[in-house]
């Protein structure tokens, strides 16, 4: 019997197992993959708050390149910052070595291998998978958004998605972008709520969009055209479910803890989930310590009570996943408009959208939300 079983191989689950095998207690890992982090499906940035808070090295190995922030761009082409600096990375080989990390302390990974089903006997679980049965005291599920742990153990309530499509292309075939910046152009009308992206990546680029509307290939292939890149030209494609909003019960109980995407943590006005994914990877491992040391299961409790406080589910960002699925073209015209080259934590854009509140009655509505967005905004722009 393990300690700890961990399902899942992701940045969540790969934090989660580095944390607690470094600290000598049994893990084993199951992924349903042949191979961790790969195919990927994920965009690829974060930032390097990031990887401070959480502990990581940067490691030449999986950083592609260093960005200046983000780039907002409206419909009429002006634009805003989010500056922070960030990392490109490789996920494949970025999820690979937090889970090497975790090897090399004697955790144990079982890839190929699918949890069918988790079963609570006495003070133990029981994993039922395709290649026979794993025994563990505490399961830290970390199967991702899709996640069937959470719904077994009714610990889940409901939960809403958004898709996405990204294409790569070798930097050959893209043209007259700064590679200093990543870029979000915010076609949230048409894409309910969504938005398409640009992600230098050094010798590539990363671009995709998601939202939740049907036809994204098609509107993908059309912006790729649009700024002069043949979509043929594409290396590689792949696409996924993105969490939108999941309602929990609890992210902790009865020896189960929920983490990273399959704990509904990604940001769903932005879709960034590596940084919630690192983290909560990271609490849940440290919590699970403190429960052994202390020889008390109810420590558990305190993941889910710790997680719910953290910036990742500040209400500014889930209303501000709202407000993108209502705002029009316009609106994101009038806001660059005012803002236009400016850095969002600038007071000078917090002034502009007051004055606009006092002066024009179409500000009011939008107004008081452009003031929510703009606090997502710097909430994100380190945080996912």
């Given amino acids: ?189 048409e894409l309910k709520g969504g938005y398409i992206w640009i992600f230098p990546r050094g010798d590539e680029y990363n671009i995709g969009l998601g939202g939740r509307v049907s036809n994204l290939v098609p509107r993908l292939r059309k912006f790729c055209n649009e700024m002069g890149i043949d979509p043929e030209k594409r290396k590689s494609a792949n696409g996924g479910l993105l969490p939108f909003e999941f309602v929990f019960k609890t992210r902790s109980e009865n020896n189960c803890l929920v983490v990273g995407d399959a704990a509904g943590l990604t940001n769903p006005a932005t879709g960034g989930g590596i940084f919630p994914a690192l983290y909560s990877g990271k609490l849940a491992g440290e919590i699970i310590i403190k429960s052994f040391e202390e020889e008390n299961p109810e420590v558990l409790k305190e993941y889910d009570r710790k997680i719910r406080k953290t910036p990742f589910l500040h209400p500014s960002i889930i209303k501000t996943a709202h407000y993108y699925a209502n705002w029009k073209d316009e609106d994101w015209n009038r806001l660059a408009t005012a803002a236009h080259g400016m850095d969002m934590e600038d007071m000078t854009v917090l002034w502009g959208i007051i004055q606009g509140i006092k002066k024009h009655h179409w500000m009011i509505t939008r107004g008081l939300e452009m003031l929510t967005i703009r606090k997502a905004m710097l909430i994100s722009k380190r945080y996912s």
């Fill in 1 to 189: 019997m393990f300690d700890v079983l961990i399902i899942g191989a992701g940045p969540a689950g790969g934090m989660a197992a580095k944390t607690i095998a470094n600290s000598g207690y049994s893990v084993a890992i199951i992924e349903i993959k042949k191979e961790v982090g790969y195919p990927v499906q994920c965009a690829e940035s974060v930032s390097e708050f990031c990887l401070n808070t959480v502990g990581i090295e940067k490691d030449d190995r999986w950083i592609k390149n260093a960005v200046k922030g983000v780039k907002i761009v409206a419909p009429n082409g002006k634009f805003f910052y989010c500056t922070e600096k960030r990392y490109n990375v490789d996920r494949h080989l970025f999820d690979k070595s937090l889970v090497e990390k975790a090897v090399d302390d004697g955790a144990e990974l079982h890839t190929e291998t699918k949890a069918e089903r988790v079963e609570r006997r006495g003070d133990r679980y029981i994993i039922k998978t395709n290649k026979g049965d794993f025994e563990a005291k505490i399961v830290v599920a970390a199967d991702g958004p899709l996640s069937n742990v959470a719904t077994q153990l009714g610990m889940l309530e409901r939960k809403t998605f958004g898709k996405a499509v990204q294409y790569k292309f070798d930097a050959k075939h893209v043209k007259g972008i700064d590679d200093k910046w990543l870029y979000m152009y915010m076609y949230t009308q």
